[in-house]
């Protein structure tokens, strides 16, 4: 099971819903971006204004403290995130959200394949 601080992995997705804008960028990197994923880490600031890391380290995800999300059990054998509306308008005007693939290996070799999309709560309305 993934967890989060030993809570089901629902808690890492509810994390990243609950997100808000970087509009300084001092966990994106750049000014104005919603999150940004690279080198196999997703970031954004949460809804407490703290920056949040998601990485896949191997096999395993871990937050940005080091703890790692996934038990020695599991194995993750991929780890997509597609963006959509990162940045404020007026660079663009798709409404924020990301969605996260995760397929996922067991001891016994039983597979499962995870994917969510979450969205911001409010929408970035055109003025």
Known sequence: MITFHGQPHKQLIECR??????????????????????????????YKGACQQFCLESTRLKDENGNYLTSTNLQISNFAVILSGATQPPSDYLQPRVTISLNIVGQEQTSIKIQTTVSQRNLDIRQ
């Open 17 to 46: 819903g609950m997100a808000k804008k970087d509009l300084a960028g001092t966990c994106t990197g750049t000014a104005k971006l919603n999150y940004v994923f690279e080198d196999q880490c997703l970031n954004f600031l949460n």
